[in-house]
């Protein structure tokens, strides 16, 4: 008898301690421990939450601004991912440390030596083709965001991967993924998601690894100025009232000036021509229907890509190397295309003037612009228009 009324009173003193350590507390109960609970907290892991790996294209391809990779499909050979992309297995295998006889995971990430895309040939007919469909039939210009175009040759391509780009880690003799995942300070679960790896989270010699991006904090807010601080039992500093300030100066208005006008085209050498040449310099590519929309025309480096003509700039977009394509509309349904620029100085939904500058030409051997005239959704050869 006298065991069990100790073990009673042990309970009562039990619950009578638990329940004044939950009334000492100031907040609600912590359930997510992210508190120090018992000196145990779960916020460095909450900190460390990444964001998931971008979606790769048809191809398995991910492009980001300065490199591409591609993820493996279930029963991907080194030989099979490079043949889906477009490389030589052999460059494909060395690159990775590999055989192109090598299987893949389910996932599997494999860097690529170099851009699997071409500037080359670039279907512009979207872009155009967007620009007058959306036209209004009023004669006015409406224009909208359209996405990066593709290569003709690869139209299920992605586009560059949004936010930021990952690190790109090529793994040396000795690391290992845990070791990796504390040099970045990412979970290894999440580096081993981001690039295909298998239960062990092996990596090899050579390999390279995608770093998975952390999801971004939330911003924080400006810190208060400390002269506006003040410390307990003082009160809030006085604003100086307005009539403690010096008196405006009196206002002086400027006589009213005239518009300008600037309905005046700029003066060109080619005035009697239906459109003016884009930039001074040499047509190295003509036009050939279904295989150079336009014509190719070179010159110096730096030089001042202008518009052939009158009228709206109704779209400012970038092939899948993200070099700038501007498509400008004018009357009837006429379009001209400048691809392959740099330096652009005018914004969708400008109004330009026949030989004023809305870009420059790239540098090296990409010192040209490839020029398109369209009809409608029809490309048609713009040397008649230059003459």
């Given amino acids: 008898m006298r ?24 907040g609600p109960l912590d359930y997510d421990l992210r508190g120090q609970v018992g000196g145990f907290s779960t916020a460095d892991a909450a900190r460390g939450v990444t964001a998931n790996r971008p979606a790769p294209d048809a191809r398995g391809v991910i492009t980001y601004p300065n490199y591409q990779v591609a993820v493996a499909q279930r029963g991907d050979t080194v030989a099979s991912v490079a043949a889906r ?88 003799r000795g690391e290992t993924a845990y070791t990796i995942a504390r040099l970045y300070d990412v979970p290894v679960d999440a580096l081993a998601e981001w690039n295909g790896l298998g ?17 971004q904090p939330a911003p924080r807010q400006a810190a208060v100025p400390a002269s506006n601080v003040t410390q307990p039992g003082q009160g809030s500093p006085t604003p100086t009232p307005p009539s403690a300030t010096q008196p405006l100066p009196d206002e002086v208005i400027a006589p009213a000036t005239p518009a300008p006008d600037v309905t005046a ?35 110096q480096s ?19 190397d993200q070099v700038p394509i501007i498509v400008v509309k004018h009357n009837s349904d006429l379009l001209t295309v400048y691809a392959n620029v740099d330096k652009i100085t005018v914004k969708k939904g400008d109004r330009v003037r026949r030989g004023e500058q809305i870009a ?7 010192s040209y612009v490839h020029f398109e005239v369209r009809k409608g959704f029809e490309s048609v050869d713009p040397e008649p228009y230059l003459k």
């Fill in 85 to 172: 992309v477009g490389l030589p297995e052999g460059e494909l295998a060395v690159f990775n440390g590999l055989k192109p006889t090598d299987k893949l995971r389910d996932g599997e990430v494999i860097a690529l030596p170099r851009t699997v895309s071409s500037t080359s040939s670039v279907d512009i007919a979207s872009i155009a083709g967007t620009a007058i469909d959306e036209a209004p039939a009023d004669g006015s210009v409406r224009t909208s965001t359209l996405a990066p175009a593709q290569p003709a040759t690869a139209p299920t391509q992605a586009p560059v991967a949004s936010g930021p780009e990952p690190i790109r880690h090529q793994v040396k």
């Fill in 265 to 299: 085209e700029a003066p060109t050498n080619q005035s009697s021509s239906a459109l003016g040449l884009p930039v001074t310099g040499t047509i190295i590519r003509t036009y050939d229907k279904g295989k150079n929309e336009g014509i190719d025309i070179a010159g």
């Fill in 199 to 215: 239960s062990d989270f092996t990596v090899r010699e050579d390999q390279f690894l995608l770093i998975p991006i952390k999801n």
């Fill in 3 to 26: 065991a069990v009324s100790k073990s009673a009173m042990l309970r009562c003193v039990t619950g009578v301690a638990a329940l004044a350590i939950l009334a000492g507390c100031e």
């Fill in 302 to 320: 730096g030089a001042a890509v202008k518009a052939a003509e009158a009228g709206t700039v109704a779209a400012i977009t970038a092939d899948a």
């Fill in 360 to 366: 420059s030409l790239r540098g090296g051997d990409n």
